[in-house]
């Protein structure tokens, strides 16, 4: 059977590209926390620190470059077309600015947003630092198109597809915490497929993987392909 392969990245892997992620220092992003800016509940209680904080990420994203691994990752798409599938944790677009063309983002776009009455997610690149953005169709206001703490996120029927079909699992730069991603190694592992992990440290749910690879995303992945 030809290989197919499934590759789920997470923040470890737009880390190498100078992102913050919010585990890598104890629960803050340059001092907002998690519960501030990332669920539904912030949203409701402080849209205008919501859009700071989505602005400010949004500047941090096209400031960085995509790296080695992001590079890597893309020239696999290439070779195997069809038989490549990739879900990214990562709301930036360093996967597409590396020249991957088919990247699902399961917890949304940080430059997209949507109107929390239409619903619908558009392109979006602007900087709501000063005013909040309102619909223009039904002035409703505009929410940045991120799948906050307690969101369901995107794709997963597509997702649980494409993990049925797969031969191969490549984890790389995630902790292994955050569910339903964590989990999609046991429903692999249960079709068959084999599992792989990339990372600089073992990850939470290191048993359920075949084999362990220790090391950065862009020293090891460059290697693979
Ligand atoms: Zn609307």
């Avoid at 629960?27 to 501030?36: A, P």
């Amino acid at each position: 059977m030809a290989e197919r392969l499934f590759v789920l990245t997470g923040a470890g892997v737009s880390a190498e590209s100078g992102l913050p992620t919010f585990r890598g220092s104890g629960g803050l992003w340059n001092g907002y926390r998690v519960d501030q800016v990332a669920t539904p509940e912030a949203w409701e209680d402080d849209p205008e620190l919501v859009w700071r904080f989505y602005s400010m990420r949004r500047r941090d994203a096209l400031a960085a470059q995509p790296n080695a691994a992001h590079f890597a990752l893309a020239s696999m798409e290439r070779a195997l077309g069809e038989r490549f599938y990739l879900c990214t944790q990562n709301v930036d677009d360093l996967h597409e600015r590396a020249g991957s063309d088919r990247v699902r983002h399961m917890h949304g776009s940080l430059f997209a947003s949507r109107c929390v009455v239409c619903n619908r997610p558009f392109a979006d690149l602007a900087f709501y630092e000063t005013a909040l953005p309102h619909c223009g169709k039904c002035d409703a206001l505009i929410r940045p198109h991120i799948v906050w703490f307690g969101e369901m996120p995107l794709y997963l029927d597509e997702i649980y597809r494409e993990l049925e079909l797969a031969t191969r699992l490549l984890v790389v730069g995630t902790s292994g915490s955050v569910y339903p991603a964590a989990g999609f190694v046991k429903t692999a592992r249960q079709s068959g497929v084999r599992t792989v992990y990339v990372g600089p440290e073992e990850p939470l749910n290191v048993s359920a993987f075949d084999e362990v690879m220790l090391g950065t995303a862009t020293e090891i992945l460059p290697r693979l392909v």
